[in-house]
């Protein structure tokens, strides 16, 4: 997993690296990001996206990604998914890895509504899906249920993954 701080001037040659990575072994784009100066910056906020998480395959990739690097605390997922993708087949790996869900509109006008993607993430999963009514409100309710033994996993859609790197990024 790469560790990148987000104060680095050498961010986006970091990201641009880890792109190109990806794209060369599993197409698993995965960093860990430790925002200094926030609230909650202890907690580590976790970006997974390959093609996307958009398939069963990627799903499972993650979800094995997850289990080896188990953590002491729980999981916090962000979910995002267009909707020619498998809804099913994205969460249903996912499901013994993640404790809390929130789902979000993806920055893309195929996106499932975040209503209507916590519903089927809660029936998929068993499990309470809060619905976010923006990428802001997503990661705010996020560090909210998170404690510093938490980590908040950022999966889905590159639409989804790209604006939170980018939100990340701006703060100060």
């Not at 910056?41 to 289990?67: H, K, Q, S, Y």
Request: charge should be negative; aromatic fraction near 4%; proline fraction near 5%.
């Amino acid at each position: 997993m790469t560790t990148l701080i987000i104060a680095s001037t050498e961010f986006e040659l970091a990201l641009l690296m880890e792109t190109l990575k990806c794209r060369q072994k599993s197409r698993l784009l995965d960093f860990t990001v430790y925002q200094p100066d926030s609230p909650r910056e202890d907690i580590p906020i976790i970006l997974r996206c390959g093609a996307g998480i958009a398939n069963a395959a990627a799903a499972a990739a993650l979800a094995t990604a997850l289990g080896a690097e188990p953590i002491d605390g729980q999981t916090v997922a962000i979910i995002g998914v267009l909707d020619d993708k498998d809804v099913s087949g994205i969460v249903s790996p996912l499901v013994g890895h993640v404790d809390h869900w929130i789902a979000v509109t993806a920055d893309s006008p195929r996106a499932i509504e975040s209503g209507e993607l916590a519903r089927q993430v809660a029936n998929l999963s068993g499990s309470a899906c809060l619905a976010a009514e923006s990428l802001n409100h997503s990661l705010q309710q996020a560090r909210l249920l998170a404690s510093p033994a938490d980590q908040i996993l950022v999966t889905g859609s590159f639409y989804l993954v790209g604006p939170v790197l980018s939100e990340l990024y701006s703060r100060p």
